[in-house]
């Protein structure tokens, strides 16, 4: 659909090339709601919204390069007019706390029908918050992430496979801090090894 003066205009961050088109069908439709660009990647989505300022950022979580968490706090502090709505499939607690932390505005499944997606844009414009209401609930009384950004970096590295060496190139660490993080996040998730304590982070949504 064409601009207009009015139009709520939005940029989608998806990296599965059939659900983005999908949505920007969807949102096309809705004759407030401009498509400004699509992205298949989180810092391809930050170029796009430095580049063109929309009012609504709509991103998936997990993405190439950059998640939607990271695009949401960086929004938060880079771009403050823009705000994020997260549209997942993780309806775990522990994102929702996550995603709120991180800036976003709403918070909705990918299995809810099409049409809320369109007004959560509109009432996210309008400042309002959006949340999937039977997460919400369970969010309110979910367990409290104990981990640090920093243990949840590196966890989630070792999570992939990665060596302490590995990790402690790519942030800058020696090896010795990298193990103490990572026995600070084992002992916290009462995990039996690094590999464990990950697998029970992402499965509470920590990682």
């Known amino acids: 659909m064409s601009p207009t003066n009015n139009s709520i205009r939005v940029i989608l961050a998806e990296d599965q090339t059939m659900v983005l088109g999908a949505l920007s069908a969807l949102l096309e439709l809705e004759p407030d709601i401009t498509v400004v660009a699509q992205s298949a990647n989180g810092r391809d989505a930050l170029a796009a919204v430095t580049r063109l300022t929309p ?26 007019k823009t705000r994020t709505i997260i549209l997942t499939t993780f309806a775990r607690p522990g994102y929702l706390r ?31 918050r959006v949340v999937d209401p039977d997460l919400a609930t369970e969010a309110w009384n979910a367990e409290i992430d ?39 996040a084992i002992a916290k998730l009462g995990a039996s090894n690094r590999i464990d304590a990950a697998r029970i982070a992402r499965a509470k949504g920590w990682l």
Do not use: C, F, W
């Open 55 to 80: 009012d609504v950022l709509v991103t998936d979580i997990e993405m190439p390069q950059m998640t939607g968490l990271e695009l949401a706090a960086s929004l938060r502090t880079t771009h403050p």
């Open 98 to 128: 996550r995603a709120m932390d991180a800036g976003a505005r709403g918070y909705l499944l990918k299995d809810r029908p099409a049409s809320e997606l369109a007004d959560a844009v509109r009432r996210v414009h309008r400042g309002l």
């Open 146 to 184: 104990p981990l640090t950004d920093r243990e949840r970096q590196i966890l989630q590295r070792a999570g992939e496979g990665r060596s302490s060496t590995e990790i402690a190139g790519e942030l800058h660490l020696s090896e010795g801090t990298v193990r103490n993080y990572l026995s600070e």
